[in-house]
């Protein structure tokens, strides 16, 4: 499905350019359109009450993670069923049954969470009831549609597909990004750095008698001060790393790592985080975190 692609390609390049030119009027990506990112077990009542088009040639676009409905499979055949929310039954290359999180799974496709529904879909949320858990299972309404006789088509993703709900998942699909850029440096890099391996690097930012190792991301506005950012890096707009150590790790935008005695890897920083070295006594371990937060020290 070429606007699936071209619409994944906008959205990995944050370019609102590709998104005008692929998305007509008839189209609505819930994500694109209204800045939301709901969640799937909330999309059904999303849908109910939402101003999305309702026209028999509007399309809705509905994604939850990295790729008449149109639902994008991936094979789970190499054991990983712990990570299946839900199976889809297949028989001569359609759909004919779906499971919520199936505990033997009569197929080895899972949906990744990307759909595309046309006006049905309305018909469908609005004609379904609560589950036992008192939710509108948006799998109800892929169900109601195969029952009313409605084409419900899928493609198969054969490539990588990667779940990131956890901070490792996230580290994962991070490398196996980093795995496939290109090098592209702007900005500045002084006589009294080194930078090797493939790294892109956004324009105004600077390295200043520093090691970069990639494959690296660097955003743009960044400042690289006597410090070291290896392998597996992403570095977001903004950021400043002075006189420390970086490996393996995402910053979002506007952190600041100033002064850290060791190598900071395996991380995952939010946007305008700081780890600073305290410069006054007593010596003591300050933090303000937020939920769900973990910490390793010594």
Same mark, same amino acid.
């Given at each position: 499905?070429?606007?699936?692609?071209?619409?994944?390609d906008?959205?990995?390049?944050?370019?609102?350019?590709?998104?005008?030119?692929?998305? $007509?009027?008839?189209?609505?990506?819930?994500?694109?359109?209204?800045?939301?990112?709901?969640?799937?077990?909330?999309?059904?009542?999303?849908?109910?009450?939402?101003?999305?088009?309702?026209?028999? $040639?509007?399309?809705?676009?509905?994604?939850?993670?990295?790729?008449?409905?149109?639902?994008?499979?991936?094979?789970?055949?190499?054991?990983?069923?712990?990570?299946?929310?839900?199976?889809?039954?297949?028989?001569?290359?359609?759909?004919?049954?779906?499971?919520?999180?199936?505990?033997?799974?009569?197929?080895?496709?899972?949906?990744?969470?990307?759909?595309?529904?046309?006006?049905?879909?309305?018909e469908?949320?609005?004609?379904?009831?609560?589950?036992?858990?008192?939710?509108?299972?948006?799998?109800?309404?892929?169900?109601?549609?195969?029952?009313?006789?409605?084409?419900?088509?899928?493609?198969?993703?054969?490539?990588?597909?990667?779940?990131?709900?956890?901070p490792?998942?996230?580290?994962?699909?991070?490398?196996?990004?980093?795995?496939?850029?290109?090098?592209?440096?702007?900005?500045?890099i002084?006589?009294?750095?080194?930078?090797?391996?493939?790294?892109?690097?956004?324009?105004?930012?600077?390295?200043?008698?520093?090691?970069?190792?990639?494959?690296?991301?660097?955003?743009?506005?960044?400042?690289?001060?006597?410090?070291?950012?290896?392998?597996?890096?992403?570095?977001?707009?903004?950021?400043?790393?002075?006189n420390?150590?970086?490996?393996? $790790?995402?910053l979002?935008?506007?952190?600041?790592?100033?002064?850290?005695?060791?190598?900071?890897?395996?991380?995952?920083?939010?946007?305008?985080?700081?780890?600073?070295?305290?410069?006054?006594?007593?010596?003591?371990?300050?933090?303000?975190?937020?939920?769900? $937060?973990?910490?390793?020290?010594?």
């Amino acid at each position: 499905m070429p606007l699936i692609q071209k619409l994944i390609d906008a959205q990995d390049n944050q370019d609102l350019k590709a998104y005008n030119e692929v998305l $007509s009027e008839d189209y609505y990506w819930l994500r694109y359109s209204t800045g939301e990112k709901v969640p799937r077990d909330e999309l059904s009542k999303w849908l109910i009450s939402s101003d999305a088009p309702k026209t028999e $040639s509007s399309r809705i676009i509905y994604e939850n993670n990295e790729i008449g409905v149109a639902h994008y499979f991936i094979s789970f055949k190499d054991g990983s069923r712990q990570a299946v929310l839900v199976a889809y039954i297949i028989k001569d290359g359609k759909i004919i049954g779906i499971e919520e999180k199936p505990k033997n799974p009569k197929s080895d496709l899972a949906v990744t969470g990307i759909y595309v529904y046309d006006s049905h879909i309305f018909e469908a949320v609005n004609n379904i009831k609560p589950s036992a858990r008192g939710e509108l299972e948006i799998s109800d309404a892929h169900q109601y549609l195969l029952e009313k006789g409605f084409s419900v088509s899928y493609s198969e993703i054969t490539g990588w597909w990667k779940d990131t709900g956890k901070p490792s998942d996230l580290l994962e699909a991070n490398r196996l990004v980093l795995d496939n850029i290109k090098d592209e440096r702007e900005g500045t890099i002084d006589e009294q750095s080194t930078v090797s391996g493939r790294v892109v690097m956004g324009k105004g930012s600077q390295i200043i008698n520093s090691n970069i190792r990639g494959p690296v991301i660097i955003g743009e506005n960044v400042t690289v001060d006597g410090a070291y950012v290896g392998p597996y890096s992403a570095i977001g707009d903004g950021c400043k790393i002075i006189n420390s150590e970086i490996e393996y $790790s995402i910053l979002m935008h506007q952190c600041r790592i100033s002064n850290i005695s060791r190598r900071i890897e395996a991380s995952l920083l939010g946007s305008d985080v700081e780890l600073l070295r305290s410069q006054s006594k007593p010596i003591t371990h300050r933090f303000i975190l937020g939920d769900q $937060s973990r910490v390793e020290i010594d």
